[in-house]
């Protein structure tokens, strides 16, 4: 526990001027948005929206996986959303590297050996993207009629192009 101190600590402070504001499951933006796992996102304030907005699904590189499919499918189906951004970003580890110097890297720092994983880095973010939302488009198990953008997201300036 001596570890997590300073979140439990931080905790105790948020949580005694928490306020719920009344917010449930559902997307009230019906939005889901696929991004990194980068800290350096935002992504709710970058699209302009609070807590309860959008479905937030994180990963590194911001790849469409199967665990991003059956987390669309449940959310198109059971929480509101209708409307998928993908976002993946600028200046991502993902999109440096290739594959193997992904495992090599980890290798060389911890001696774990982890090429019996998919890291999925990319070596051409826009074709990544093309890909991801082709993936989305034609999953049959998501609900019929929502509609799929790709953007990255300029971490220097804050700026989502859109594909």
């Keep these: ?30 939005l889901a948005i696929v991004t990194c796992m980068d ?17 937030i699904l994180r990963n590194a590189g911001a790849r469409v996986t ?3 499919l059956r987390t669309l499918v449940l959310a198109t189906h059971l929480l509101n959303v209708n ?10 580890r993902m999109a440096s590297a290739t594959e ?18 998919e890291i999925r880095t990319v070596k051409d973010q826009q ?15 998501l609900k019929t009629g929502i509609t799929v953008m790709g953007a990255i997201y300029d971490v220097k300036s804050g700026k989502l192009n859109p594909l």
């Design 66 to 68: 199967d665990d991003v």
């Design 39 to 55: 800290s350096r996102i935002d992504p709710l304030h970058i699209v302009g929206m609070e807590a309860g907005d959008a479905k």
């Design 83 to 92: 409307r998928i951004l993908v976002m993946p970003h600028t200046d991502c």
């Design 127 to 141: 074709a990544a993207l093309v890909k991801d939302i082709q993936r989305i488009e034609s999953y049959p198990l």
């Design 100 to 117: 193997d110097e992904v495992h090599a890297l980890i290798l060389e720092k911890s001696g774990v050996d982890t090429r019996g994983i």
């Design 1 to 30: 526990m001596e570890t997590f101190k300073d979140l439990l600590d931080a905790n105790q402070s948020y949580a005694a001027s928490f306020q719920a504001h009344g917010l449930g499951g559902e997307a009230r933006k019906g």
